[in-house]
């Protein structure tokens, strides 16, 4: 498609498993982003991508996140033993560049931890 | 760091009444501003921006102006319609933190018929 693509579009899980997040940028976009966004809240930067490696990961939370580009296109954020706090929209960006051009958001994956 | 401040919602106006959604932001460099919004069911959509000082964006009837004295960039339309019941999230980039966007809270707004 010409979007940005995020699978799947929901994923419950209980609490302690591990789950992968998945996002393919629109072609040709080298910088992707993901965001997280919690009820009633703003999407919350995580981690970005320029090409294949992660040039900012500060936002993070924790090391039992992670995320890779292998191929500097699909991306896969990787949560680690689960926490019930983690429940909330995982939101995938791409964009052309970084140099100020405009971010396209996919769909989001809403992550539900029992 | 960079931050911004949104109107709390929820907003409910009826139709073609006049919406505006006050926006401030606090950033360290010259950033870029955004409004994106989010309609029921969809993603995350740029609705408009304006890139440096006195800049105005406009797109679908909605204006805002960035304005580098107040540090402001409020949202306005002047006749809001029922297709404008949304969630609008104010946000800014900043090259100093690699264009990663920094969004408010957002505002709900729905428009009743």
């Known amino acids: 498609g010409a979007g940005v693509s995020q699978t799947p579009s929901n994923k419950v899980t209980e609490k302690g498993k591990y789950v992968e997040l998945r996002c393919d940028p629109i072609s040709g976009h080298t910088a992707l982003y993901w965001y997280r966004q919690s009820l009633g809240q703003g999407p919350e930067f995580l981690i970005y991508?320029?090409?294949?490696?992660?040039?900012?990961d500060s936002g993070l939370p924790n090391d039992r996140f992670f995320a890779v580009r292998p191929e500097g296109s699909v991306s896969t954020l990787k949560i680690q033993r689960t926490e019930r706090g983690d429940s909330a929209v995982y939101l995938c960006?791409?964009?052309?560049?970084?140099?100020?051009?405009?971010?396209?958001f996919g769909q989001g994956t809403r992550l539900t931890v029992v | 760091g960079d931050s911004v401040t949104q109107m709390e919602g929820p907003v409910t106006l009826s139709e073609e009444a006049f919406l505006t959604i006050n926006c401030t932001y606090t950033a360290t460099g010259y950033p870029s501003l955004f409004w994106y919004v989010q309609y029921p069911g969809e993603g995350l959509q740029l609705l408009l921006k304006a890139t440096k000082a006195d800049d105005k964006g406009s797109n679908k009837g909605f204006e805002a102006t960035y304005r580098k004295e107040t540090t402001s960039f409020h949202l306005e339309k002047g006749s809001v319609q029922v297709s404008d019941s949304a969630v609008y999230f104010c946000a800014l980039s900043d090259r100093a933190n690699d264009y990663k966007l920094s969004f408010g809270a957002g505002t709900t707004v729905t428009v009743r018929a």
């Open positions: 960006a791409s964009s052309l560049n970084t140099a100020n051009t405009e971010a396209f």
């Open positions: 991508f320029q090409g294949t490696g992660a040039a900012d």
